[in-house]
């Protein structure tokens, strides 16, 4: 879907486990978003990364939930001791440069808490 | 609180008939995107509008962008089963910045 690839696609944890959800943005976009959706619900936003730099966080819950975007890699999303209402499809979006505003979307990491 | 109210929610027609979908907010945006979104998969880009009272047309697909950049529509001509899917309007206050979503609509179009 427009190049950002997910994964993984699906992710089942128990309550209390770590969930990391990867996404490497399309060729050439330095910018990405996470965003998480609830069923039957439109997306929220959570953060926005630039490489090495967390750009805006507000989105993102106070505790348990932390992003990164290193400088060589996939941006990490990561939950620790989740809760069965982090069960949610998490979006990974990416831009280019600034100044270009359409984000593209990867198809979601669906988290499914036990 | 939905920062961009997206009417009607669902909507079930008949396969040749007209439909609009309208996304609104009390803010201004600096550009407003829409997406459809089939399930199990991405919301993947249709149109970026940018200017007030811009219009532009995707096939049977016309949106529209506001006179005062806060509100838009997206109208379909003649559907078809085709275009069922879930159609999401996204307001962003400023170039590489967050995406705010509306509920969205999800349309059903019956053969």
């Known amino acids: 879907n427009a190049g950002v690839m997910q994964n993984p696609r699906h992710l089942v944890r128990r309550r209390g486990q770590e969930a990391r959800l990867r996404c490497s943005p399309m060729?050439?976009?330095?910018?990405v978003y996470w965003y998480r959706q609830l069923p039957e619900e439109g997306l929220k936003f959570m953060v926005y990364l630039q490489k090495e730099n967390i750009i805006d966080e507000s989105g993102m819950p106070k505790e348990r939930f932390s992003a990164e975007f290193p400088k060589e890699g996939p941006s990490i999303l990561r939950i620790q001791q989740v809760v069965r209402g982090d069960s949610a499809a998490y979006f990974c979006?990416?831009?280019?440069?600034?100044?270009?505003?359409?984000?593209?979307f990867g198809d979601g990491t669906r988290l499914s808490i036990l | 609180t939905q920062l961009l109210e997206q009417s009607p929610q669902f909507l079930s027609i008949q396969e040749g008939e007209n439909l609009t979908v309208y996304c609104n907010s009390s803010s201004v945006f600096s550009s407003l995107q829409w997406y459809r979104q089939e399930p199990g998969e991405g919301p993947v880009l249709l149109v970026t509008v940018v200017t007030g009272g811009e219009v532009k047309k995707l096939k049977r697909l016309t949106f529209q962008f506001g006179d005062a950049r806060k509100d838009s529509s997206l109208h379909i001509t003649a559907a078809q089963p085709g275009d069922t899917g879930l159609y999401l309007c996204a307001g962003a206050k400023n170039a590489g910045n967050m995406l705010t979503f509306g509920g969205g609509t999800r349309l059903m179009v019956k053969p």
């Open positions: 979006a990416s831009s280019p440069l600034q100044g270009d505003w359409p984000q593209h």
């Open positions: 060729k050439g976009h330095s910018h």
